[in-house]
Each structure stands twice: as C-alpha cells, then as structure tokens.
C-alpha cells in the first residue's frame, strides 16, 4: 500500500489503503512508516497458494478487463510518482513539519488489490505473496543504492518481512520505527535468482501521500495529509509539467493547512478514499460533493507557494498561468464537480500569479534563495 509517500503518522489509514488499487502508495513511495516481508535465502517467490501448477487458468472477459484496467491504473499512478518527486523532495525544507525521513519508494503484492484485481495483479504485474518494489522516487537514496522496480522485498536490517494478505501494513509496522532513528537501512532482496543486500539512505521530503482518483470529472483535492488527481484531471493537463502545476497547488494547500482552516478536512478525506477505490461511488460527486469553494486569499496564498515548489523543483513557472486560464475557461465554476467550482477566484488568482513569477524571476536574477514568506 502505502503509496507515493506513507508516512508512520498514518498507519491507521493504511488498512484502508491495502484495499485499493491506487495506493500510491504513495507520493508516490513508502515512507518513513514502510516495511517489507520474510527472507529465506534463496528460492524465488512460490506460485500463489491454490492456484493449479500444471494447468492453464481460464481467460474470461472479466479477467481480460481486470488486467487492462490494472495495466492502466499503474501507468498513471506511476507518471504521477514520476512528477512528483522533485516537488517532494526538492521542497523538504517548505514543508515545516510535514517532512518526514522516508525510504523512498512503494511496495506492494498481489494482495493489495482487490477481487479479481488479485489475479490481475499476478498476471499483469508478476506480483505473488511477497512484496516487490512497485515504485522508486526518482531521486531518493532508494533510487541512489540501485533498488529497482520488480525487486522482491525479503528482509531489512535482517529480520524477515512479512508475506500475504497483510504484508503492507505489517511491513509498514517494521520500517516506521528505523527510518525514524536511523541515517541508512540494510534491505535484502531478490532479484535476478540471487539475494542482495542494499544499504538504503533515508531521504528527507515532504511526506504527503499522492493518489490517482479513478474517476473522470476534471479535479484535484488535497485533505491536508494527501493529494489526489483525478484521471480525467491528468488526461484534461496532458504534460507532466501541467500535471506538476495542480499537485504543487494542492501540495501548498496542505503545507498551509487550509483543509483544516475550512473544516474541510472529513469531507476531502472521503473523496480521497472514495475515488483511489477499484471502483468508486460516483454518485459522490454529484454537485460539489459537499466542498466548500476555497476563499480568494487562502486560494492567492496557495498559487504563490507552489510557484515556489514548482521554481525549486525545475519546473517553467512562466506557463502556470496559461494552464489555470485554460482550464477556467473549458470548466468554468458553473462545473458543479470541476476544479474551479472549487476555485472560483480564477481572476484574483491569476493577479496573485503574475506578482509572483515576477518576484521568483527577480530573486533568481538576484541569485536569492527562493525561500517565499509564509504566512
């Protein structure tokens, strides 16, 4: 599970996440809270436990559906991973006091998917009992000790990680307590029939779980501990740099608490939960699903931030502007579930927007760190 970034402050939501398919599991990585499974030293991963050795499994049109939707789900989830690292990691120091020391990357088995999504998983992703690196964050000290995607966890600082259908949780249980207290971490794994022993740095970034939203309307929500894009939102941005836009904009409305100032909090975290689910309740969005629009100043304060994160994380903040123009003017707020039912202020925000690539371009001529007053 625990997906993009999973950090130990969340454990409670990682049972629910073991059951979705997203589970960015998260930013897109298993944060500080992650752990992984058992080690015997040597065979690979067994064939799943009851599935028929010498016969062919039968191929239905269900299960041909499972794997594509799989298939496409991952591939999302992974681009989002992909463009969210810089701003994770590039922005620790931004964050305040939700940077966390993280491992940086996800792991998952076959058993965090549900139904027929667990014969899918097999199928289309190799995954078994055993969890396997489904995610590295670009960047991270699991990236730089050569972890790899595919490698099968066995075991950290020697002790075995858990296998089967609460390997997520319970190796997020493990990891916790040693990415917290520790510089680096010794991971066994599995790959290419042999084990190797990898000496993991822990990474220090903002620990902020990023999910995809299995649901087509054109949208984003942040509850102050995750961001969620919806896969109509990624298809509506197109480029991972537009994508970087809004996850910098809902990333600064965690980092600044504005869920909780708006008492937002509950009725966001449902939608997260709702949306990273196989298959959503999309009655759930019928009009504005219950959020209130975010008033000007808080959604200003918010734009000048992820300028900010997006300038530190290399991304061209001189076409911000244009993306937000374009999408209040393909889903204006009269879009009851669209971004800017939410965001209506789009004129006061483009203001705010302008003043402040213009002070960034100033500061980086000045060669000034970009480090922006918060309020």
Request: overall charge positive; aromatic content about 6%; hydrophobic content about 45%.
């Amino acid at each position: 599970m625990p997906a993009i970034v999973m950090q130990c402050a969340h454990k409670a939501k990682a049972l629910a996440v073991v059951k979705t398919i997203v589970a960015a599991t998260a930013l897109l990585t298993l944060a500080a809270c992650s752990t992984f499974g058992p080690a015997p030293s040597a065979p690979a991963p067994a064939p799943a436990r009851g599935a028929p050795i010498d016969e062919t499994p039968v191929v239905t049109a269900k299960t041909i559906a499972a794997q594509e939707a799989l298939g496409q789900m991952v591939t999302l989830q992974d681009r989002l991973y992909r463009v969210a690292a810089p701003l994770l990691i590039n922005n620790a120091d931004l964050c305040r006091t939700q940077a966390r020391n993280l491992l940086g990357f996800t792991a998952k088995n076959k058993y965090s998917y549900p139904g027929e999504f667990v014969d899918a998983a097999q199928a289309v992703l190799g995954y078994g009992d055993r969890l396997q690196v489904s995610g590295v964050l670009a960047g991270s000290g699991a990236a730089r000790a050569g972890l790899r995607r595919g490698d099968t966890l066995m075991a950290i600082e020697g002790k075995n990680l858990p296998v089967g259908q609460n390997a997520e949780t319970l190796a997020a249980a493990m990891f916790g307590p040693l990415v917290g207290s520790r510089a680096t971490l010794n991971l066994a794994v599995w790959r290419g029939g042999a084990n190797q022993v990898l000496n993991i740095p822990v990474t220090r970034a903002c620990a902020f779980k990023v999910d995809l939203g299995n649901a087509d309307n054109i949208n984003s929500y942040a509850d102050g501990q995750r961001v969620l894009i919806t896969r109509g939102m990624i298809n509506f941005a197109q480029s991972d740099e537009a994508i970087a836009f809004v996850l910098a904009k809902d990333i600064a409305h965690n980092v600044l608490g504005h869920a909780g100032t708006l008492r937002s909090s509950a009725t966001i975290g449902g939608i997260i939960d709702n949306l990273v689910g196989v298959r959503p309740d999309l009655s759930m969005l019928i009009g504005s699903a219950g959020v209130k629009p975010v008033p000007q100043e808080l959604d200003a304060a918010a734009d000048r931030l992820a300028l900010y994160l997006l300038a530190r994380a290399n991304y061209n903040i001189e076409h911000v502007r244009a993306f937000w123009q374009r999408l209040a003017t393909q889903y204006p707020a009269t879009v009851l579930n669209g971004y800017n039912a939410t965001h209506p202020a789009i004129a006061y925000r483009l203001a705010a927007i302008d003043r402040t690539v213009a002070e960034i371009k100033a500061r980086q001529a000045a060669n000034k760190p970009l480090v922006p007053q918060l309020p």
